[in-house]
């Protein structure tokens, strides 16, 4: 048991490296709050919020696997290596793709409700 009550700790450890030392991590932490907001003033159906929490995850892990790309290469390779930079480049685009998918989802969930808000006032 104490192993396990172990790697939550690590892991709790290492979202918190992320947060603290992560721009982007807190911008998307604060897109992922928003969504949230958005989707409770709105009234989103139980579906819809299955696709904004799973957006949200999806994106947030995306960084922490970035983050951990990132900080692994810096480790392995700490002068300029050109191969290195692809891996963070790639490490970057996956991230990049993930965030496109969550807007286009949260484009499609929002847009229509805000839309028939603006028209009903």
Known sequence: MKKLIRGF????????????????????????????LLGYALKVSAIEWIWIIFCMALVLAAELFNTSIEVLTDLVSP????KAGHVKDIAAGAVLVTAIFALVTGTIIFLPKILT?????
């Not at 002068?79 to 050109?82: K, P, Y």
């Not at 808000?117 to 006032?121: D, G, P, S, T, Y």
Request: proline share 0%.
């Open 117 to 121: 808000l603006i028209h009903a006032a």
């Open 9 to 36: 700790g690590y892991a709790f450890k290492g979202i918190w490296y992320a947060t603290a030392t992560q721009l982007n991590f807190r911008v998307h932490l604060v897109a992922s709050l928003t969504a949230a």
């Open 79 to 82: 002068e300029f290596n050109t």
